[in-house]
């Protein structure tokens, strides 16, 4: 049977044309009709370009660009070389791909609506045939050609927000329900019927049951990134449960969910100045996979050693972790690291942020000192000092037993952000015959302990070493 020569004068059989219409999916889960471009928005006058391909090892059979579904279903183009005076394919045969894509001239008000690429397989005696998920073209000014009206193109909502799909169906159309879906052809969704069935998070807006009520809008509540896509407005004709009488032209949903707050992760133990030390931030959750990730110290950039993004398992969701590497000096210890996080759910960039002064520690110089005190007394002290941070706790030792534990002192600061600290035991000259070794130990943040010696000679004699 050939095909029509004219997408004004339609002429196939009933059969076969309510095979079209109603836009069956494929059997073959490996052949895709893929039309790439959801919605198209154009002015009258210029040229509209629909892109369509599969793969070139597709079935034997034509294929056909169609406008809308149901009654109103119109064929646009047919490959077989009939005569479409605005239609012209688009030449651009990709490897492993055959084109199917088209050029519409002039384009005029009426052409809105939705457009199905459609593959045939000749033979098969179910007249089996592949539809594409269809291409949306809004022509500017030309919304009024459509009765079911969907006043937005598309619409962005986060993770979590509420949505509101307008739809206005004048109450001149026959009689017939009104249904929400999702998607098309035969795996779309049923969002919503205004009539029976539990949607729990789908609320309408109008009162459907007042007389000449037109407002067929919906609330959809608690947006998760699986209620992005297309959805439709569709007007069935009364007792004809398949039989649609006119879509909307659709509303495209992008969903966007917003990244955590990032968290700046530094090294495990604290480092020496001018040792080099490595920070990790990671952010979560986000969509879509698009953001940038910047590390700054004190508002100065820094490189990043690497940056991944993955998605999270069995989520659309997207995770980022990226690193850099600072050398700690002197001047660092009121400085900061921080982690900036930028993407289009934002208004603003989140950011993570880590004190330098954790990652840094400073051992002290320490020293034991002696004064007499009087005739047989000795007063010794052990300074400690140029250190960071302030935690240090300071023991006594004599001949290798705890003499005194000083667990209360408060170290000073000095202008450079270093601490100080001193601690004094006093020690009584002696005759004995054994030497006395007294210890200040030193023992600072969980780092190393230092230790300083000083021996008392039997002979009452005073000497000092360090070790």
Not at 1 to 23: G, K, R, T, V
Not at 215 to 242: N, P, Q
Not at 400 to 410: A, I, P
Request: aromatic share 8%; proline share 7%.
């Amino acid at each position: 049977m050939p095909i029509p020569a004219s997408p004004l004068h339609p002429s196939l059989p009933s059969l076969l044309l309510y095979l079209l219409l109603e836009l069956a999916g494929t059997s073959d889960e490996e052949f895709q009709v893929n039309q790439p471009q959801t919605l198209v928005s154009v002015n009258p006058g210029d040229v509209l370009t629909l892109a369509c391909n599969m793969s070139a090892l597709s079935p034997e059979g034509p294929v056909l660009w169609f406008k809308s579904t149901g009654p109103g279903q119109q064929l646009i183009y047919s490959f077989n070389g009939s005569h479409f005076p605005r239609v012209t394919p688009v030449e651009n045969t990709m490897v492993d791909q055959t084109d199917y894509s088209i050029r519409i001239r002039d384009v005029l008000p009426e052409d809105a609506g939705t457009y199905y690429c459609v593959k045939l397989r000749v033979g098969h005696p179910d007249m089996e045939f592949f539809s594409g998920p269809g291409t949306i073209v809004y022509v500017n000014g030309a919304t009024h050609m459509f009765h079911v009206q969907q006043t937005e193109m598309s619409q962005t909502v986060s993770t979590g927000e509420s949505i509101i799909l307008s739809c206005s169906v004048p109450d001149t159309l026959p009689n017939g329900p009104v249904l929400w879906f999702k998607g098309t052809g035969p795996n779309r969704k049923l969002i919503y019927n205004f009539k029976q069935g539990h949607f729990p998070r789908v609320k309408e807006i109008g009162d459907t049951n007042k007389p000449g009520n037109t407002d067929f809008s919906i609330r959809i509540h608690e947006i998760s990134l699986a209620d992005a896509g297309t959805y439709y407005c569709v007007k069935f004709i009364k007792g004809k449960a398949t039989e649609e009488y006119q879509s909307g032209q659709g509303t495209q949903v992008f969903v966007t969910a917003p990244p955590s707050l990032p968290v700046v992760i530094g090294p495990l133990e604290r480092a020496l100045l001018g040792q080099t030390v490595n920070f990790s931030c990671m952010s979560y959750g986000f969509y879509p996979r698009n953001v940038t990730l910047k590390w700054f110290k004190n508002g100065k950039k820094l490189s990043s050693l690497q940056t991944h993004v993955v998605q999270l398992k069995n989520s659309n969701a997207y995770k980022i972790v990226s690193t850099t590497e600072v050398v700690p000096a002197l001047d660092d210890l009121n400085s900061h690291v921080t982690c900036s996080v930028y993407h289009r759910s934002l208004h603003y960039p989140l950011h993570g942020k880590a004190d330098l002064s954790e990652t840094i520690i400073v051992p002290p110089k320490v020293s034991i000192l002696q004064h007499p005190a009087s005739n047989n007394k000795m007063n010794v002290t052990c300074q400690a000092e140029k250190f960071y941070p302030q935690d240090m706790q300071l023991t006594w030792l004599k001949d290798g037993s705890v003499s005194q534990r000083d667990e209360t002192l408060t170290p000073i600061k000095g202008k450079d952000g270093l601490y100080s600290m001193q601690s004094s035991i006093l020690v009584e000259n002696s005759d004995h015959e054994e030497d006395t070794m007294l210890t200040c130990q030193v023992e600072q943040d969980g780092w190393q302990k230092i230790t300083v010696k000083m021996t008392f000679w039997a002979s009452a004699h005073l000497d000092r070493s360090q070790l």
